[in-house]
Nanobody, 122 residues
């Protein structure tokens, strides 16, 4: 099993900053893609940003220029630096990793964290 633990959420004023962290642990052979999703009040969970093994990134238009993703492969950790936060950034943020547990290609799966609350409000 692979477990993801998120930290760094909380309450911040508009224009402020937060830094989220997500660390993967357990039986991990290789991690490929790491990503952050978020879910605002409502039914849809949207991709905020992802980063590949080669370092390529893909940001949602709504966060470009304000959020930055990075990864530390030695620590199995992904970070999300959030700046110039807006009330519409409020939601539950979920860490997601695509990883394999063994050398077998059939062992590749997506794993999800439990989610962490980010609230942007005065």
């Amino acid at each position: 099993q692979v477990q993801l633990v998120e930290s760094g959420g909380g309450l911040v004023q508009p224009g402020g900053s937060l830094r989220l962290s997500c660390t993967a642990s357990g039986s991990i052979f290789s991690i490929y893609v790491m990503a952050w999703y978020r879910q605002a009040p409502g039914p849809s969970r949207e991709l905020v940003v992802l980063i590949t093994s080669s370092g390529s990134t893909n940001y949602a238009d709504s966060v470009k220029g304000r959020f930055t993703i990075s990864r530390d492969n030695a620590k199995n950790t992904v970070y999300l630096q959030m700046s110039s936060l807006k009330p519409e950034d409020t939601g539950v943020y979920y860490c997601n990793v695509e990883a394999s547990r063994t050398a077998l290609a059939t062992s590749v799966h997506d794993y999800w964290g439990q989610g962490i609350q980010v609230t942007v409000s005065s």
